[in-house]
């Protein structure tokens, strides 16, 4: 086992890395220039072995997404809009989702989509024992956020790389690029679902493991993540709370866990 500290935003691995995972990306309702964030995202819980992208390719609304499918390896699907106002994008996606479970070849899914319809979709791939990873703006909806093991925010992907997004034509990159302007939420807004969190897991010393503390805000909240608060790393963001926790870490060079203590002065 790698260092706790060490993989993904939270500091611990939350499923293993060997997944055969499927990327399955709503065209109509996701970016196409934050796609390599996406799944770089998608590749720390496992090997994106499926991917694929859905709309309707022949309306010329999916310009944008031209490039970026040949740079990495998507497969376009076709998906004819036979009654306007009717979303049958949305219904091809559900169907190979379905496919791709019952065919037994992935042990997980990606959907990058900031629609609530697939909120079922999620709900049905877990029960059927799949990781669940979604992606899309952070003003998705609650119920299809809650429907995943874990949601990561598109505007978390794009400051994480660079701090910068240099948006293709389109309504939708235009509203990500808008969301980049908006300020982090300070540290301090997390440490409700941080407390909430450390007493579900806490032992009897005090301290629990960094990990522990990670899968259970997950648990809480599978939207919870540290870069909404300007923070890489989940103990970076409980050491930026002022005064609440203090870290234990193992000595340099070393494996083993991160031991999360409330400080003296925190207690209630």
């Known amino acids: 086992m790698p260092p706790e500290e060490d993989p993904g935003t939270l500091g611990l691995v939350t499923h293993s890395r060997s997944l055969s995972l499927a990327f399955l990306v709503d065209g109509d309702n996701a970016t196409a220039g934050l796609v390599g964030e996406m799944l770089a995202e998608a590749a720390k819980y496992g090997s994106v072995d499926i991917r694929r992208v859905y709309g309707d390719w022949a309306s010329g609304k999916l310009g944008s997404w031209r490039t970026v499918v040949q740079e990495h390896a998507l497969v376009p699907v076709q998906q004819f809009v036979a009654v306007s106002g009717k979303n049958s994008t949305d219904s091809a996606l559900i169907i190979d989702a379905m496919d791709i479970l019952h ?30 990873l979604g992606i899309g703006r952070g003003q998705t909806p609650a119920a299809f956020r809650n429907a995943c093991n874990v949601f990561v925010a598109t505007e978390n992907l794009v400051t994480s790389v660079s701090g910068v997004f240099h948006p293709t034509s389109g309504p939708v990159e235009t509203r990500v690029q808008l969301e980049i302007g908006a300020t982090r939420r300070p540290a301090t807004e997390a440490f409700e679902l941080i407390d909430r969190a450390f007493n579900s897991v806490v032992g009897e010393d005090g301290s629990c493991h960094l990990a522990e503390l990670g899968n259970a805000l997950l648990k809480l909240d599978p939207a919870f993540d540290p870069r909404t608060y300007g923070k890489s790393k ?25 031991l999360v203590r409330r400080k003296a002065t925190g207690k209630r």
């Open 234 to 258: 989940l103990g970076d963001l409980l050491e930026a709370i002022p005064g609440k926790y203090e870290l234990t870490r193992p000595p340099p060079k070393t494996s083993g866990p991160v």
């Open 103 to 132: 065919g037994g070849r992935v042990r997980g899914f990606c959907i990058a989509s900031s629609d609530s319809d697939f909120t079922r979709l999620a709900t049905r791939l877990r029960e059927g024992g799949m990781f669940v």
